[in-house]
């Protein structure tokens, strides 16, 4: 289905922008949802550190009367049994949370008279019952109790594990233990017992009337817990065993070291029971009695009145859309008239109908420059039409003269190898690569009556095709005067004086010129400005030819080359090169260097020509990341008898 103009301008702009708008929605809402969620964590470590403290006045009231008691035995050592039982039963009177109290003695510590003393109150419904632990219960200095033997142990108060009191209270219950002497002499422990049936219902702390919350030891067992079942039963880490949750072995770590904070829990509730929901966990420390408090509230119960000010931002957001989309609608209705007459005549001259101009469109708006400017623009198209057809024409004749050029210059440089396979005293081969279409480089190799062989390697200064037209001239010079018998200082003094005939001033060529009788392996070379050639024998040892120095060809008059000769002897190699090679750079700038070409020259040695001139281009080639910087030309000659 087609869609008009007017649709498509309001698609095109209500599309993007519900999808803006949904994103930014969503980026701000989850922003807000972020930060009030970082509120409420705050606010809950806050609750759950005021719930602590406020146990930690009620366990501070409680350790208090066994502190006092404790003080005043220390004062007071001669009190009689019955003064003892009628200080316990006011210990029980000044805190409803005290289940129980008890001054137990070290053996032979009361009047001498009984070997284990320990006077007991504890409440039975509304009255006090009053028994000699010692003797109605079980002997507490066996080291069996913790109540009794760590403050005699460690010298100081102690909040015991969760217990079961059997034979004294016959209830669940912690203890507070204070030690007491007389005379720097350890006498006894005063303690007060909290039952922990009764604990979850009598400790009435603020806001907590219909929220649930567990107090837990030191070691993690549970000392108040919404299910008596779990006290003394149950811990932190035995709810953990069975849950594949490392977000509660997080709160169970951090509730263990005293930490306040909040955890959030996915899937488990603070009791270890699995669940749908997400459940928010606070804790906090106990400080004088070194357990933690910690309560459960549901997520969604924590977050709903922020998911219903988002709910009320986000419908309001969605009007304000709507709104836009119908402005849109009704903007685009008035805008696709004049944009149609526009898309007619881009149809008309997409058809090449260039004299398609837009009529009817007198507004002074951007609609109206656009109609103008497409007038323009097919005014301008026609002249650019016609200028293009000119430059066409013009590149088409110069890229068929570049053609012309680079056939010439194919054509006279050596293509075929090996080159004589007939002639087994040598091994020769050479390889040029430009870097442009056309280079200045050259080498060339030919049989004068068959008993010497002429070896050319010329850099044509400059690149293209006046390059290749100079190359060209000067190896049919070379080739004339080497065919009569010209010695190559001879054939050099030649062509400088030719080259310079011409005018041409801008265009100098650097040269060497080698002879190479294979019979004697006598070699005549002279060299006009060029990189000396290198000599490497069959060992790998490398030198350069330092003889025969002279000035490059083409430049200045008057100048004379010397022949200079040597004797090549079987298994030795002469290589001649381009400076395209030793000073081709790498794309950080660094040349590579006649060290590297030597060393290449060197690992290589017993290489075949061929071989070696291919390994050269293609480590230089590897080394300039193969951006040519200059032609690269390459001749490597191998006596072999």
């Known amino acids: 289905m087609q869609l008009s103009i007017r649709w498509k301008l309001t698609i095109s702009i209500v599309l993007p922008l519900l999808v803006i708008s949904t994103i930014v929605m969503w980026l701000t809402l989850d922003v807000v949802y972020s930060n009030a969620k970082l509120r409420l964590h705050g606010d809950a470590t806050r609750f759950a550190r005021n719930q602590a403290a406020q146990l930690d006045g009620k366990f501070r009231s409680i350790a208090q009367i066994a502190d006092s008691t404790a003080a005043f035995l220390e004062v007071a050592p001669n009190v009689t049994a019955n003064q003892l039982y009628a200080l316990l039963r006011a210990n029980l009177d000044q805190n409803p949370l005290a289940y129980g109290s008890a001054i137990a003695f070290e053996p032979g510590e009361f009047e001498g008279e009984k070997k284990l003393f320990s006077p007991y109150v504890y409440r039975d419904g509304d009255n006090f019952r009053e028994i000699d632990i010692a003797s109605d219960s079980y002997d507490y200095s066996n080291g069996g109790w913790e109540w009794y033997s760590r403050p005699r142990l460690f010298a100081k108060p102690i909040w015991t594990e969760p217990f079961y009191d059997e034979g004294a209270g016959n209830i669940l219950m912690v203890t507070y233990s204070v030690p007491f002497y007389v005379e720097g002499r350890f006498r006894g422990v005063v303690t007060v017992d909290v039952e922990l049936d009764a604990l979850q219902k009598q400790i009435g702390l603020e806001s907590m009337a219909n929220r649930s919350f567990v107090i837990v030891s030191a070691a993690g067992n549970f000392i108040s817990h919404p299910n008596s079942d779990f006290i003394i039963n149950e811990s932190l880490q035995s709810r953990a065993k069975d849950i594949n949750s490392p ?144 430059e066409m024409a013009a590149r088409e004749l110069v890229e068929k003269e570049l053609n012309v050029a680079r056939d010439i210059q194919s054509s006279l440089l050596p293509h075929t190898f090996p080159p004589f396979p007939d002639r087994t005293e040598f091994d020769l081969h050479g390889v040029n690569q430009a870097a442009r279409g056309v280079a200045g480089d050259f080498f060339d190799f030919f049989f004068v009556n068959d008993e010497k062989l002429v070896m050319v390697m010329a850099d044509v200064s400059g690149k293209g095709v006046p390059a290749a037209m100079v190359m060209a001239v000067a190896r049919t010079i070379i080739r004339n005067l080497a065919n009569i018998g010209s010695s190559p200082a001879e054939i050099l003094l030649e062509t400088n004086r030719l080259l310079l005939e011409n005018e041409s001033p801008s265009i100098f060529i650097t040269m060497i010129i080698a002879v190479y009788e294979p019979a004697s392996g006598r070699l005549v070379y002279s060299n006009a400005g060029h990189h000396p050639p290198y000599r490497m024998d069959s060992t790998g040892q490398v030198k350069k030819f330092e003889e025969a120095e002279g000035t490059i060809v083409g430049m200045i008059d008057g100048i004379d080359f010397e022949d200079s000769e040597t004797i090549i002897k079987k298994g030795e190699y002469v290589v001649m090169y381009t400076d395209g090679v030793p000073e081709a750079r790498s794309p950080d700038g660094k040349f590579y260097g006649e060290e590297y070409f030597e060393a290449l020259l060197t690992a290589n040695t017993g290489a075949s020509a061929a071989e070696i001139c291919d390994l050269t281009i293609n480590e230089v080639n590897a080394f300039q990341a193969g951006n040519l910087s200059d032609d690269m030309t390459l001749m490597v000659f191998r006596r072999l008898s």
């Open 247 to 390: 977000e509660y072995l997080n709160f169970i770590s951090q509730i263990l070291a005293q930490n306040a904070g909040i955890q959030e829990l996915h899937g488990v509730t603070l009791g270890g029971m699995p669940t749908d929901s997400t459940t928010w966990i606070f804790y906090a420390p106990i400080q004088s009695t070194g357990w933690a408090f910690s309560t459960a509230v549901p997520e969604e119960e924590m977050t709903r009145d922020i998911r219903a000010q988002i709910s009320k931002g986000v419908i309001g957001l969605c009007v304000l859309l709507l709104l836009v989309i119908v402005s849109i609608s009704m903007v685009s209705t008035s805008l696709t008239r004049p944009i149609s007459k526009l898309a007619i005549a881009v149809s008309r001259l997409g058809k090449g109908e260039f004299d398609s101009k837009v009529e009817g469109i007198a507004s002074s708006d951007e609609i109206g420059e656009l109609a103008q400017g497409f007038n323009r623009m097919l005014d301008e198209l026609k002249n650019n039409m016609r200028s293009l057809g000119r």
